[in-house]
């Protein structure tokens, strides 16, 4: 595989799923073949420009188009843009630009440095509400993040919330399987809240650590169905033992890139999200979203998906990324 500064990498062109033991997660040369889509779309693209061109207006105008085609955000794109028109007579050249760029880049992610860790906290109930439209990847990660505590040693039991197809709670049983959690269905019952009541109980007696509470896909402009979550929501409050810790994640596929976006104000109203799971970065050229989720949604990315495998999960540190999209 070449990167785009035409330099031949030591990974894999055929991904990582197969080269990945299935205990062990991912690594970081995992998340650079995943964000080097992304590598290519806005660093390789401007490196190619300035090659060929001067920093004059014109450049500028393409390289914040290019930001804006990489999901970056306008806003983000223009600011960013003014500032180098005016200091482009110290961003001559690509290295120097591209100095500028990793550090605008790093200053929209550090505030979020801090949040961007999920949260567990040991001896209490953690618990993990996982929303998001029909097909972002939320059973997929629920089913990652359940082999990750079990590796740890952790008590895992899963809630199927999606009771709106048979299949999604047997796809939702076979991850829990080989994961080792305890599965908490849905049986003949239709109410995804009285299955997530039954969970956090079950969760109860059993003293877990951690609960993973799966819920069907829905769009955001669909009332009732936001309702729903609504409700949801409110079960988990009553249902959590004192002190025990809630996560409600957002879960965004990276290949809508911008899209994915107009769900998260909605989202964020109806279950007070605390976070973002991004998924599917390792066929995204649009992962320049994160900065925007950081910038317009002041929402923390916690973890990223970079395959389809039970080991493709990484949590999300803003200088990881940064090094992996700027890598030379
Ligand atoms: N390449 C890649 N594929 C992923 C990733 N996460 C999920 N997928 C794939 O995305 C598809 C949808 O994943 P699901 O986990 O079923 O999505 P969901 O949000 O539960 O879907 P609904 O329950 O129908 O709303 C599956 O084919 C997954 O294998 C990822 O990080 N990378
Ligand atoms: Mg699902």
Redesign the pocket.
């Known amino acids: 595989m070449f990167n785009w500064f035409g330099k031949k990498t030591t990974e894999s062109a055929g991904g990582t799923e197969t080269l990945t033991p299935p205990v062990e997660e991912s690594g970081l040369a995992s998340l650079r073949h995943a964000v080097s889509l992304t590598g290519k779309s806005i660093v390789g693209k401007i490196f190619g420009l300035l090659k060929e061109s001067e920093i004059d207006q014109d450049t500028i105008d393409e390289i914040e188009e290019i930001l804006i085609r990489a999901d970056v955000g306008l806003d983000t794109a223009s600011r960013i843009s003014e500032k180098i028109r005016q200091r482009k007579d110290e961003l001559g050249n690509s290295d120097q630009m591209m100095a500028f760029l990793r550090q605008e880049f790093l200053d929209i992610l550090t505030p979020f440095q801090q949040a961007n860790q999920l949260r567990f906290e040991p001896g209490k109930m953690n618990v993990y509400l996982v929303v998001?439209?029909?097909?972002?990847?939320?059973?997929?990660?629920?089913?990652k993040l359940a082999n990750r505590f079990i590796q740890q040693g952790k008590t895992v039991v899963i809630g199927a919330g999606?009771t709106?197809?048979a299949a999604?709670e047997e796809?939702l049983e076979v991850w829990a399987q080989r994961a080792g959690a305890t599965f908490v269905g849905a049986g003949n019952a239709k109410d995804p809240a009285a299955v997530i009541y039954d969970a956090l109980k079950q969760a109860r007696e059993a003293q877990a650590d951690v609960v993973l509470l799966?819920t069907?896909?829905?769009l955001q402009n669909k009332f009732n169905l936001m309702e729903e979550l609504r409700k949801i929501r409110k079960v988990i409050d009553q249902g959590m033992p004192e002190g025990a810790i809630l996560e409600s994640l957002l879960?965004l596929?990276a290949t809508t890139g911008q899209n994915a976006l107009k769900q998260a104000s909605v989202f964020k109203e109806t279950v007070d999200l605390s976070g973002v799971v991004l998924?599917?970065?390792?066929?995204s050229a649009k992962g320049g979203v994160i900065l925007t989720i950081a910038q317009e949604y002041q929402l923390p990315v916690k973890m990223?998906?970079?395959?389809?495998g039970i080991a493709?999960?990484k949590d999300f540190q803003a200088t990881e990324f940064i090094d992996a999209l700027f890598e030379k």
């Open positions: 998001g439209v029909n097909g972002a990847g939320k059973t997929t990660f629920i089913g999606d709106f197809r999604a796809q799966d069907a896909g829905r879960v596929d998924t599917k970065l390792d066929g990223v998906g970079v395959g389809e493709d999960l």
